[in-house]
């Protein structure tokens, strides 16, 4: 069971995860057991109808989800999940980012790989309290410039909403924002009043040594090694901003099943 700081009505608790290519999403249930997030993100899930259906096994609904890619011949994307006894779903909708050459590149070659996509769900909590929710997973390789450019397209639809001053906010998922250009991210966060959660955690990726875990393509594996000889085997890539909630706590979930690790965040609501 989690332990909680404060009111456990007060409280809202959330989840993101890249799965790599549905692996660590066959395991999810020791983490949800233990933790018990209201909100599910995952990253790199493979979207067919039965396998979304796993979580509801264990109260969880299918708020949406979104296709990304076509990998091993199975469709892959992000899906956002939700306790339907502490929220009530509201709407959804997918935003279409600006795609890289790399994306282009992957359209050419393999075919049916739709733009970077940002899955944004509404919910309401129960005291009526509207949250937004945007699971992102940006294009993995790509220069900063490009990733702050889908990152500003996801920015924006705050503002097509109209979203009111006390409208509860959650952006989170695989940015695969690399460590460069840090204060460039700040800057654009900081300009729509966001803050970041993960701000204490030090890397959320560790690439295995021989590459077998992550099932890298050559390109990849030479990106890989690239960063590995530059900085480290052990990047920062997932994130979670927030506005209009109290941070309680951020944690990294140090578990082996994906290249990415889960990371759980608390919540107060205001």
Not at 42 to 50: R, Y
Not at 190 to 212: P, R, W
Request: with cysteine.
């Amino acid at each position: 069971m989690r332990i909680s700081l404060y009111n456990e009505a007060m409280n809202l608790t959330f989840l993101t995860y890249n799965v790599l290519y549905n692996r660590g999403y066959l395991v999810l249930k020791e983490y949800i057991k233990k933790h018990e997030p209201d909100i599910i993100c995952l990253q790199e899930v493979e979207t067919d109808e039965g396998n979304l259906r796993l979580l509801q096994k264990l109260d969880y609904k299918l708020a949406d989800y979104s296709n990304s890619f076509i990998k091993f011949g199975k469709i892959y994307g992000v899906a956002t999940f939700y306790k339907n006894t502490r929220l009530k779903f509201v709407e959804s909708n997918v935003i279409d980012l600006p795609k890289t050459i790399y994306d282009v590149l992957l359209f050419l070659l393999r075919g049916g790989n739709r733009p970077r996509t940002v899955l944004c769900t509404q919910f309401h909590l129960k005291s009526s309290k509207k949250i937004m929710v945007y699971n992102m997973h940006l294009s993995p390789i790509a220069g900063n410039g490009a990733r702050l450019r889908q990152i500003k397209e996801t920015l924006e639809n705050l503002d097509v909403y109209g979203l009111k001053n006390d409208t509860a906010v959650i952006i989170t998922g695989d940015l695969n924002f690399y460590p460069w250009g840090r204060k460039r991210l700040e800057k654009l966060i900081n300009e729509y009043n966001l803050k970041e959660a993960t701000k204490n955690i030090a890397y959320t990726i560790q690439y295995s040594e021989d590459g077998k875990l992550e099932n890298y393509n050559l390109i990849q594996r030479f990106g890989i090694r690239l960063m590995k000889t530059a900085f480290s085997n052990k990047l920062k890539v997932d994130y979670v901003f927030y506005k209009n909630l109290d941070l309680v706590s951020a944690t990294r979930l140090d578990t082996r099943h994906s290249d990415h690790f889960p990371v759980v965040s608390q919540f107060r609501i205001k």
